[in-house]
């Protein structure tokens, strides 16, 4: 099973709570049986007095002895609101002078307490439990053995008032301070979610350093940490480039060489006996140098390559102008009729990103319409949203296929063409390093219309 991690707010709170409940549990309890201790005590005295009150009416002979109790006296004493009175007057043998007869006799009781020569014990009698004082005097004809009983109505009304006079306040003050120590904790814990919701704000290729000026001294070596690492990222990213750079350089070199030594035999007639395998080459030239090209491209495109960079500004319909210039001998090559419209709209970006996913998608678009065909590029700003929009009258791409040419390598089946299936996803990778949005459409010649929308940031 997965183990279960709590958050530094709930270890805090169960660091505080749980001894705050300990302590209130055991404080409680003690309370209690001291509160309960001392009104027994108190009712434990009242019985001693009747007891000592009954002591005062034995009357000794020569010949017995009697307790001079009249039946006044006797309803008196047995009168209470909550209890049943017992009480008993025995002598040195066992023989009941007054009272009840059901209350037992000293030998059989279990004495609890004992406070200045009165007993005291706990019985059950007639399914009540019941409180007994016992007390011993001295006559002529021995020691006389008196007992008081009542049931416990009395006390335990008592003590559940005691439980309730003591167990509500202390459970509000202890709720208080569970809510003062909730919102303390939560306010304490106030720059930790702040730091969260700053490094949660941030895109993936957003390595600037954590500013820990007003942070918590206990999570500053934490943020230097991850500041460090994200140096090193930097670092780390900044080198890649430069290798890819200096990859770029390295290939293109030999391919460049390559391409002389061709045009040189050329030049000198090696090919005037097979023309058709200097195509070949030559084609074989372009297809290698244009494959070279879209993977440089696209390994700079990944996110982790670009975490040096940063957005800046950058105008749309420059982008659409400077293309006009770069694919139109292009498409005259092809007879294909290219028109640029460049429509006011700036969005933040990296420049030479946009403009190789732009180039990308005139490419596509000039590489599979067919001769004598139409290609629109333009730019556009509507009411959210800022757009760079390719569209062409060529064969298209079907609905079901759309979401799969922007997979590596992958080109439809039948395509016309010497694509190496790099281009889309060069493009998605581009869009999705700048929150944008790729829409592939029907055109609205029959070809397809390609929309690389971007959102408008808040002012």
């Not at 549990?25 to 005590?41: C, K, N, Q």
């Not at 019941?130 to 008196?146: C, D, E, F, K, L």
């Not at 070596?221 to 930097?234: E, M, Q, V, W």
């Not at 960079?309 to 400077?322: C, G, I, M």
Request: glycine share 6%; proline share 5%.
């Amino acid at each position: 099973m997965k183990p279960v991690v709590l958050s530094l707010r709930s270890r805090l709170l169960l660091a505080i709570i749980a001894p705050l409940c300990v302590v209130f549990a055991v404080s409680a309890t003690f309370d209690y049986r001291l509160a309960r201790e001392t009104a027994d005590s108190a009712f434990d005295h009242s019985l001693a007095d009747v007891a000592l009150d009954l002591a005062s009416h034995i009357r000794t002979t020569d010949e017995s002895l009697s307790v001079a109790l009249s039946a006044e006296a006797e309803e008196i004493l047995r009168s209470d609101a909550s209890d049943i009175i017992y009480f008993s007057v025995r002598d040195k043998a066992g023989r009941l002078l007054a009272g009840d007869e059901a209350l037992p006799s000293h030998e059989a009781l279990a004495v609890t307490r004992v406070d200045n020569q009165m007993s005291f014990a706990d019985r059950q009698l007639h399914g009540k439990r019941i409180r007994i004082a016992m007390h011993q005097t001295a006559s002529a004809h021995g020691p006389v053995t008196i007992m008081v009983a009542e049931t416990v109505n009395k006390r335990e009304h008592s003590s559940r008032r005691i439980l309730v006079a003591m167990v509500l306040p202390s459970l509000a003050v202890i709720l208080a301070t569970l809510l003062a120590v909730y919102f303390g904790v939560r306010r304490g814990l106030a720059p930790l979610e702040i730091v969260e919701s700053e490094i949660a704000s941030r895109s993936p290729r957003d390595l600037r350093a954590i500013d820990d000026a007003l942070t918590p001294q206990e999570i500053r070596p934490l943020l230097s940490r991850l500041n460090d690492l994200f140096a090193l990222l930097r670092e780390a990213a900044a080198s890649q480039q430069r290798f890819l750079a200096d990859a770029a350089h390295q290939l293109r070199t030999p391919l460049t060489g390559l391409q002389t030594q061709i045009d040189l035999s050329t030049n000198e007639g090696r090919f005037s006996s097979d023309p058709e395998r200097l195509l070949r080459i030559n084609e074989a030239m372009q297809r290698i140098g244009h494959l070279i090209g879209q993977l440089l491209t696209y390994a700079r495109t990944e996110p982790t390559t670009n975490l040096s960079q940063s957005f800046e500004p950058v105008a749309l319909h420059d982008l659409v102008e400077q293309a006009a210039s770069i694919f139109l001998d292009q498409a005259l090559s092809k007879e294909i009729d290219v028109g640029f419209e460049a429509g006011p709209a700036t969005v933040p970006g990296i420049p030479w990103m946009l403009r190789e996913a732009l180039a990308n998608l005139i490419d596509n678009a000039l590489r599979y319409t067919p001769r004598g065909g139409v290609v629109t590029v333009s730019s556009c700003r509507r009411a959210d949203e800022c757009a760079l929009i390719v569209e062409d009258n060529g064969p298209g791409i079907p609905v079901d296929e759309r979401q799969h040419v922007f997979e590596r390598f992958y080109r439809i089946n039948g395509t016309p063409g010497d694509g190496c299936g790099l281009g889309l996803p060069i493009v998605k990778e581009i869009a999705t390093l700048h929150n944008a949005e790729i829409r592939l459409e029907d055109g609205a010649g029959g070809g397809l219309r390609c929309s690389l929308v971007f959102p408008i940031p808040s002012a």
